[in-house]
């Protein structure tokens, strides 16, 4: 079974600037998070979608973070305009369902902001 | 709000034993276990949900005490495969959001 799939891996770019990421689930899973990773830290949830819609965002900073997970599989994550502050690891994770169960994590996208 | 997990690290030796705490200050649905080894992304351990049941995995287990809001996960006969940072994560009664600690660095030298 293929797992969760994110690209880049690495990314760094200067303040001010826009990047995306990308994340493809494992198949068939209907849940997906989008999880922010500061160095010495646990994950934090930005974003959870079941199937195409949003969950949970209360974490996700609107102002400059956008997400979208078009026909209910891929998902993008966005930054708009990036803070040196929005360096950290982006992991993207996916589930069966929505609660209680297993969640499967990408190898994650290591952001550098200069 | 983000569990309390103890000790912040932790030093073994092959085949000693550990206890890694984690508590909460809201009332929980559940707790989740991750093991994320450096450099890699976080593996699943284990879930416990409230009923206060036991798990196991291997020689790792766990437990939940739901009217304390803490769990306790035990590595016993320490392997250095068990090297990593352990990460216990909780969902709130009637939440969907898992909200990891800080982590426990554990190191199993020879």
């Known amino acids: 079974e293929a797992g969760v799939a994110q690209s880049p891996r690495y990314k760094i770019i200067e303040k001010r600037q826009s990047v995306a990421f990308w994340c493809n689930p494992i198949?068939?899973?209907?849940?997906l998070y989008w999880y922010q990773q500061i160095l010495g830290q646990g994950p934090k949830l930005l974003i959870q979608f079941q199937n195409n819609g949003v969950v949970d965002d209360s974490q996700l900073p609107k102002d400059r973070f956008s997400a979208e997970r078009l026909k209910g599989v891929d998902s993008t994550l966005k930054i708009q305009p990036a803070k040196l502050e929005d360096s950290a690891v982006y992991l993207c994770?996916?589930?069966?369902?929505?609660?209680?169960?297993?969640?499967?994590f990408g190898p994650g996208t290591r952001l550098t902001v200069t | 709000q983000q569990p309390v997990q103890s000790p912040q690290a932790v030093i073994l030796r092959e085949g000693e034993d550990a206890v890694i705490n984690c508590s909460s200050s809201k009332a929980l649905y559940s707790v989740h276990w991750y093991r994320q080894k450096h450099g890699e992304a976080p593996v699943f351990l284990m879930i416990l949900l409230k009923g206060g049941e036991q798990k196991g995995h291997d020689k790792i287990s766990a437990s939940f005490n739901e009217k304390k809001q803490q769990s306790s996960l035990y590595l016993t006969a320490s392997q250095l495969s068990y090297s990593g940072t352990y990460f216990c994560?909780?969902?709130?009664?009637?939440?969907?959001?898992?909200?990891f600690g800080k982590g426990t660095k554990l190191s199993v030298i020879p």
């Open positions: 994560g909780t969902v709130g009664a009637g939440s969907y959001q898992l909200t």
């Open positions: 994770a996916s589930s069966l369902v929505l609660r209680d169960y297993e969640q499967y």
């Open positions: 198949s068939g899973h209907a849940t």
